[in-house]
Nanobody, 123 residues
Framework: RVQLVESGGGSVQAGGSLRLSCAASEYTISSNWMGWFRQAPGKEREGVAA???????IYADSAKGRFAVSKDNAKNTVYLQMNSLKPEDSAMYYCAAGIVRGSVLNKSSYKYWGQGTQVTVSS
């Protein structure tokens, strides 16, 4: 079965950086869009960034200029480099795959999800 395993989360101070990883098994990341989402307590899960098989990237306004999504097809892994982190970036971050329809930053568009990795940014 498809598995997506996120890692790299942690606690950092505002202005710091983190690099999240999403390792896929039983799924080829180069086959379609891969997305990164986040969900803070009491809030809806929201799209952060996505990367297409051809390398095209899309970002939510909140991530533009600070986050960068990339992938290593050989390692079947997607990354999210997060710089200039703010307290409002604190959330559980999820990797998503298997887009079936709709916007690449819409949580309803994806079939497969990882278990998430926690990011906490302190002021």
């Amino acid at each position: 079965r498809v598995q997506l395993v996120e890692s790299g989360g942690g606690s950092v101070q505002a202005g710091g950086s983190l690099r999240l990883s999403c390792a896929a098994s039983e799924y080829t990341i180069s086959s379609n869009w891969m997305g990164w989402f986040r969900q803070a307590p009491g809030k809806e899960r929201e799209g952060v960034a996505a990367i297409h098989t051809n390398g095209v990237t899309i970002y939510a306004d909140s991530a533009k200029g600070r986050f960068a999504v990339s992938k290593d097809n050989a390692k079947n892994t997607v990354y999210l480099q997060m710089n200039s982190l703010k307290p409002e970036d604190s959330a559980m971050y999820y990797c998503a795959a298997g887009i079936v329809r709709g916007s690449v930053l819409n949580k309803s568009s994806y079939k497969y999800w990882g278990q998430g990795t926690q990011v906490t940014v302190s002021s």
